[in-house]
């Protein structure tokens, strides 16, 4: 359901990977309510497991996706604090992360798929833009200091050539 962080993890491969690493993540509240009724779905299936039955190692993963998936779950009446532009984790940067840091660049099919992603940023910040005005309408607005942090990240990054923003 998180196509940027499945992309990341490197974990599946061939076509599934392929197809992970031509997507991004929405940035959209049905995304964020999907995510989390599969979060409480998954909850559900735990209880499912016997877990005097498991190994250690076993029981430990379980308490450990029982955990994160808590986590998801519990943050439904919190979810429209997640301001979708921000200075650590907002579209913004997140986006560019995907894109600079995540995405590898060794193959031509790794080109083809970065393409492919690119194509998605237009739509991804529009989904962000129009989650900010949705919160904002609701007066949920970011602290101030978070606004400018945000907006000076952001003019700083347009603002640099190119040739300039390379590691």
Sequence with gaps: MNPSQAASSRYFTGEEQDRFEQQ?????PEWRRRRIQLAKRGLEGLKRFERAGMTNVE????DLMQWQLDLVARSEPFADFNFPLNQ????????????TVSHPLQTDKDAVNYIARLRLVGARMTEATAEAKRLSGKGLIPPRFILQS????MQRFIDSPAAQTRS
């Design 24 to 28: 991004i993540t929405d940035e959209t």
């Design 88 to 99: 650590f984790n907002g579209a913004n940067v997140d986006l560019v992360n995907t894109l």
């Design 150 to 153: 945000t907006i000076t990240q």
């Design 59 to 62: 029981r430990v993963s379980a």
